[in-house]
């Protein structure tokens, strides 16, 4: 079974900085797109920030110029530097890949991770 487990969360002061790392394992034949995306407190999941396997990159204009999203294909490891954190920023943070098993592609998520910038 594939799994993705999330670490890096916690408790920042607005300004600060977190780096978040989410990593795959299982019976992986290969990932093609990884992504963050959040969820608020009665608000829906958005996306923050993809990126391919070629390394090419998107994000929310939300936070664009404040995260860097990245990966380690080798550890199998997307990770989501997160930089002048806001009291906005404030969420649950998953992690998704696009992963191939034994026969198909499939969405896998994290199990989440907090985030609370405080204000």
């Known amino acids: 079974q594939v799994q993705l487990v999330e670490s890096g969360g916690g408790l920042v002061q607005p300004g600060g900085s977190l780096r978040l790392s989410c990593a795959a394992s299982?019976?992986?034949?290969?990932?093609?797109?990884m992504g963050w995306y959040r969820q608020a407190p009665g608000k829906q999941r958005e996306l923050v920030a993809t990126?391919?396997?070629?390394?090419?990159?998107n994000y929310a204009d939300s936070v664009k110029g404040r995260f860097t999203i990245s990966r380690d294909n080798a550890k199998k490891t997307v990770y989501l530097q997160m930089n002048s954190l806001k009291p906005e920023d404030t969420a649950v943070y998953y992690c998704n890949a696009d992963i191939r098993t034994y026969g198909a592609w499939r969405d896998y998520w994290g199990q989440g991770t907090q985030v609370t910038v405080s204000s």
């Open positions: 299982g019976s992986i034949l290969s990932i093609r797109v």
């Open positions: 990126i391919t396997g070629g390394d090419s990159t």
